[in-house]
């Protein structure tokens, strides 16, 4: 449905031409324009403003790993336990996302559609520099949410035991496994990005559902898994070696993969003859 629907049609009147038009979708062009707004603003940020915000976003990432432990100890051991304790995954992205946090797989979107219409190095480099700051925030505070989890009498005995068992699941698997989940992760997240513009107050609608699936595929998301990789770590249950091999190095690849590749490339693929000639976009 174009977003101008109904605007001409002879049977409504101007009120209801102008009320069919703003309930109807943005176009892909009026999306796109949104986003990449969003990442020119993002890329022009001091380094401390990106920072700060970043490290707020890792910090807020962990309540995706303390809500889902919560919901795995306090449901019973069946064969469905892992349908409803993956609602918990989606809380710490409803913090960040909804409070306007820097985060590192939302900017493989944000920050990639700046260089894509402007093919520069400057708007390159710019884009680079606000990876590595908020990847490297948002990582520092995973850590500091881990360390935070591991004195004892913080949570419940059976608590704990869930942290663990998470934390040591996520582990698991090939780097290659690994990558393709990771894959799809950075490609559902790049892609709600996408369509929170035109969600409008389905907004938190959106971010959960989206998220819930990332987290019921046990899908692999850089930032939401560091927090249960490093509890891993801090609590001497894997090495720092493992953190590296198995989770952050595949988990990088496959979220920047999917994020770029499959959803800021071909999503300004679609509308780049719009913004070369300056024709009207389509969905």
């Known amino acids: 449905m174009d977003q101008s629907a109904g605007a001409s049609s002879p049977h409504l009147d101007r009120g209801e031409q102008d009320q069919a038009a703003t309930h109807a979708a943005p176009r892909a062009l009026v999306i796109h324009e949104i986003v990449r707004e969003e990442g020119e603003m993002a890329i022009t940020r001091t380094a401390g403003a990106l920072a700060w915000s970043g490290l707020a976003a890792g910090l807020s990432m962990g309540f995706s790993f303390v809500t889902q432990s919560l919901l795995h100890a306090g449901l019973p051991d069946a064969p469905w336990r892992h349908l409803i304790d993956s609602f918990g995954y989606s809380i710490g992205f409803i913090i960040v996302i909804l409070g306007r946090q820097q985060l590192f797989t939302e900017s493989t979107l944000t920050a990639v559609l700046p260089v894509l219409t402007r093919k520069d190095t400057r708007t390159l480099l710019a884009a680079l520099r606000l990876w590595a700051i908020v990847l490297t925030a948002n990582l520092v505070g995973t850590w500091i949410f881990a360390a935070l989890l591991t004195p004892e009498g913080v949570f419940r005995p059976e608590v704990t035991r869930a942290m663990h068992e998470l934390s040591l699941a996520l582990l698991q698997g090939g780097f290659g496994a690994t990558v393709l989940r990771a894959l799809f992760a950075g490609w559902l997240i790049a892609m709600m990005v996408w369509l929170l513009p035109s969600a409008r107050s389905a907004r938190l609608a959106t971010v959960l559902i989206v998220t819930?699936?990332?987290?019921?595929?046990?899908?692999?998301?850089?930032?939401?898994?560091?927090?249960?990789?490093?509890?891993?770590?801090?609590?001497?249950?894997?090495?720092?070696?493992?953190?590296?091999?198995?989770?952050?190095?595949?988990t990088l690849i496959g979220n920047t993969i999917g994020g770029v590749s499959l959803v800021a490339l071909l999503n300004h693929a679609a509308i780049a003859p719009d913004l070369q000639g300056g024709q009207p976009g389509h969905r």
């Open 212 to 250: 819930y699936v990332v987290a019921v595929g046990q899908l692999s998301h850089i930032i939401a898994g560091s927090v249960d990789a490093a509890y891993a770590v801090l609590t001497g249950a894997a090495s720092f070696g493992k953190y590296l091999s198995a989770f952050l190095f595949p």
